[in-house]
């Protein structure tokens, strides 16, 4: 009996430090009608995941003067004090704000 309980506080306690973990989810409308979701998680620092053109894309963090920049798989995100900016590919690049 004794070592159930302990087994089950164990596994309560290890799956505490995985619920103390947010991620962060944002969804941005662009000025081209475009939108997309992007997740932000602390465990994984160096990468953005969005969801984006109905497929799901991970950037890698890269060096910026200001602000934060993600690039991979022909998508560059960047994202500062001053706004946020989307380019895909041959398109324009596309202002965004947060829905």
């Known amino acids: ?3 159930k309980i302990v087994v089950a506080l164990g596994a ?9 973990s947010a991620e962060t989810f944002q969804t941005y409308v662009c ?4 939108q997309f979701v992007a997740a932000f998680y602390p465990q994984d620092p ?13 950037l890698t963090k890269r060096v910026a003067l200001s602000g934060s920049r993600y ?7 960047k994202i500062s004090k001053t706004g946020t900016t989307i380019a895909r ?3 324009p ?3 965004c704000t947060i829905q």
């Open 1 to 3: 009996m004794n070592r």
């Open 12 to 20: 309560v306690l290890s799956a505490a430090p995985l619920a103390a």
């Open 31 to 34: 000025a081209d009608g475009s």
């Open 46 to 58: 160096r990468h953005a995941h969005l969801q984006i053109d109905g497929r799901a894309v991970a």
């Open 71 to 77: 690039t991979g798989h022909g998508v560059t995100l």
């Open 89 to 91: 590919g041959k398109r």
């Open 93 to 95: 690049v596309a202002t």
